[in-house]
């Protein structure tokens, strides 16, 4: 496997505030970004995904950035909730890679009531 | 979203046998699938690419004795994991892809070896 086997480090927040999670990506020729979550003992869940044409997206309470020129990508969650306590892994992937996705190291996202 | 779904979602065998792990795609069709495996407290690494109709494609450093991959239809992949051993004791994610890029993932695989 290409990804990281590094420990998760931890963002906790208050709830309702802004959380903002970051990644930096390996790949220059990669060209499609996924953010997911991860709740315990399950599989990844899709939250928002983002082109490399582009630098910004948002969807509902998320906002994905993205920095081609230091392979950085963030993920910004408005006013989060507890059910936003999670793990979120940012992938990559490029055209030419048969599609296969590679996850970056994640964060464990708590949030304090 | 498309669904995939992943069967069993716990197992726990006996070291030494071998175990079987379904991947199937509900409700749409899927000519490759992915398995990663996930150990506590990290990222997923990916295993291998699930090709239909032909051999898998393994990353790296993953045995492909070890690790068999079967992907006989356009909905179903299955990997065998073979003379388990403690150390093959993890969480085995499957994912496939719509015909657009996105990627859907199964529940998981909970493999316990004693």
Not at chain 1, 17 to 42: L, P, R
Not at chain 2, 101 to 112: D, E, H, K
Request: net charge positive; with cysteine.
């Amino acid at each position: 496997g290409e990804s990281v086997g590094l420990h998760l480090p931890t963002l906790s927040v208050q709830e309702g505030d802004n959380s903002i999670i970051n990644c930096a990506y390996s790949n220059s020729a990669s060209d499609y970004f996924i953010w997911y979550k991860q709740e315990s003992g399950k599989g990844p869940q899709f939250i928002i995904d983002i082109r490399s044409n582009m630098d910004k997206r948002q969807g509902q309470r998320v906002t994905v950035l993205l920095n081609k020129t230091v392979k950085h990508l963030s993920l910004q969650i408005a006013a989060t909730q507890p059910g936003d306590s999670a793990v979120y892994f940012c992938a990559e992937t490029s055209s030419g890679n048969t599609g296969k996705l590679i996850f970056g190291q994640g964060t464990t996202l708590q949030v304090k009531p | 979203g498309a669904v995939v779904s992943q069967h069993p979602s716990r197992v726990i065998c006996k070291s030494g046998t071998s175990v079987k792990i379904e991947c199937r795609s509900l409700d749409f069709q899927a000519t490759t699938m992915f398995w990663y495996r996930q150990f506590p407290k990290q990222s997923l690494m990916l295993m291998a690419t699930s090709n239909e109709g032909s051999k898998a494609t393994y990353e790296q450093g993953v045995e492909k004795d070890k690790f068999l991959i079967n992907h006989a239809s356009l909905t179903l992949s299955t990997l065998t994991v073979t003379s388990a051993h403690p150390e093959d004791s993890s969480f085995y994610i499957c994912s496939a892809r719509t015909g657009g890029n996105r990627a859907f993932f199964g529940q998981g695989t909970r493999l316990t070896v004693v």
